[in-house]
């Protein structure tokens, strides 16, 4: 199960930090994702990490401005959410899969999402 938190309403420019918590005991065999989704739009990409945390890769808009991180020994990652804008309004979701992928039909878990809403 996947639980993700730290959602919320921010101001243009400011942050925020989403949290996603794991259960079970074999976290560290999956690849992380966040997605987010608007409502009419398909659930998109917006940062994956491999198993280690060693490596990343973001979706263009976002580069420079999120940061995805995982911590294996506490089961979660986290997207680090700086300089935001109205166009990152979105519910975020938090996703697990056996693959480096960027199509969310190839992640298997999936958390509750939580919603980050940003003004002007």
């Known amino acids: 199960q996947l639980q993700a938190s730290g959602g919320g309403s921010v101001q243009a420019g400011g942050s925020l930090r989403l949290s996603c918590a794991a259960s079970?005991?074999?976290?560290?065999?999956?690849?992380m994702g966040w997605f987010r989704q608007v409502p009419g739009k398909e659930r998109v990409i917006v940062a994956v990490?491999?198993?280690?945390?060693?490596?990343?890769a973001y979706e263009d808009s976002v580069k420079g401005r999120f940061t995805i991180s995982r911590d294996n020994a506490k089961n979660t990652i986290d997207l680090q959410m700086n300089s935001l804008k109205p166009e990152d309004t979105a519910v975020y979701y938090c996703?697990?899969?056996?693959?480096?992928?960027?199509?969310?039909?190839?992640?298997?878990?999936w958390g509750q999402g939580t919603l980050v809403t940003v003004s002007s």
């Open positions: 996703a697990a899969g056996r693959y480096w992928a960027t199509n969310q039909y190839e992640y298997s878990y």
């Open positions: 079970g005991r074999t976290f560290s065999s999956y690849f």
């Open positions: 990490i491999n198993l280690s945390g060693s490596s990343t």
